[in-house]
C-alpha cells in the first residue's frame, strides 16, 4: 500500500500541564502499584488524572469473572486472567504466586496499600477511568465484570487525552 | 486548629488523605499533620507548591509535623 498524502488538521491547543494521562498497560502488581501511587499523588495534587487501561491492565479495574454467555475461547481466558485487583501477579519473583503472597503480606505489615485500594482512592479523588473497549473484546471481559464507575474508550479518545496533557505515562 | 495524625501510613497515603482532608476546609484554616513516611517532608513541600497551599513550617525528626495554611 502506498503512503497517503498528509493530512490536514486544525491547529491544536496546546496541552494542558495540569493534566496527566497513564496508560496502564501492564498487569503486574508492582507497574500497577507504581502506576496507581502516581495517578492518587497527581490527584492529590490537584492535577486531572486519566488511566486508560488496556490489556493485562484490565485487571486492576474487574471485579470478578463471569462464565456464562461467552464463547468457550473467551472462557478459557476468563480462567486464566486475574479475577480482581487484589490476585494479580508480579514482573519479578511470582514464584507461581507465592512472590505476591509474600508481597502482600510484607505491604500489609508495613501498611502499604494495595492495588485495589489505590483504585479505590484514586476513584474519590476523581480520577477518570477508561477501559480499552478493545482488550475488553479480546479478552472477552464483559462491562459488568468490571468495577463501577469505568467509561469505555478507544485508541482515539487515548490520544486526544495524551496529546492534551502535559504529561503521559505508559505503565 | 485541626489535627490531621497520618502516623503509620506510607507514601502516597499522607498525601492522598491531605487532599481530601482540606478540600472540606475553608480558606485561611490552618491544619496540623502528623506523619511517620519519611518522604513526607519532601512530598508535603511539593503538594503545597503544587497546590498553592501554603506550607507555614515543617519539623522534621521520627514525627514529621506540618502546619498548612488552606489556601
Not at chain 1, 505491604?107 to 474519590?124: I, P, W, Y
Not at chain 2, 492522598?16 to 490552618?30: P, T, W
Request: aromatic letters at 6%.
Amino acid at each position: 500500500m502506498s503512503a497517503l498524502p498528509r493530512m490536514d488538521i486544525p491547529p491544536s491547543a496546546l496541552p494542558d500541564d495540569k493534566r496527566i494521562t497513564i496508560v496502564a498497560f501492564s498487569g503486574d502488581m508492582d507497574k500497577l502499584l507504581a502506576c496507581l501511587s502516581l495517578a492518587n499523588s497527581a490527584a492529590a495534587m490537584g492535577r486531572e488524572v486519566t488511566i486508560f487501561f488496556t490489556f493485562w491492565g484490565m485487571s486492576a479495574i474487574r471485579k470478578r469473572k463471569a462464565y456464562s454467555k461467552k464463547p468457550w475461547l473467551d472462557r478459557i481466558l476468563t480462567f486464566m486472567l486475574p479475577a480482581h485487583a487484589s490476585s494479580v501477579g508480579m514482573s519479578r519473583m511470582n514464584m507461581l504466586g507465592a512472590g505476591p503472597l509474600f508481597f502482600r503480606h510484607l505491604m500489609r505489615r508495613k501498611n502499604v496499600s494495595g492495588v485495589a485500594q489505590l483504585v479505590e482512592t484514586a476513584q474519590a479523588l476523581g480520577v477518570e477511568m477508561i477501559a480499552c473497549s478493545m482488550s475488553m473484546d479480546v479478552m472477552g471481559i464483559q462491562s459488568d465484570e468490571l468495577i463501577e464507575g469505568v467509561h469505555h474508550g478507544g485508541a482515539a479518545a487515548c490520544v486526544q487525552d495524551i496529546c492534551g496533557s502535559g504529561t503521559a505515562l505508559f505503565i | 486548629m485541626k489535627q490531621l495524625d497520618y502516623k503509620g501510613m506510607q507514601c502516597p497515603m499522607p498525601i492522598v488523605h491531605l487532599s481530601m482532608e482540606i478540600r472540606k476546609l475553608e480558606s485561611g484554616e490552618v491544619v496540623e499533620v502528623e506523619a511517620t513516611d519519611k518522604a513526607f517532608g519532601v512530598d508535603v513541600t511539593a503538594w503545597a507548591e503544587m497546590t498553592g497551599n501554603r506550607l507555614l513550617d515543617l519539623e522534621t525528626g521520627e514525627v514529621l509535623r506540618a502546619r498548612i495554611q488552606v489556601a
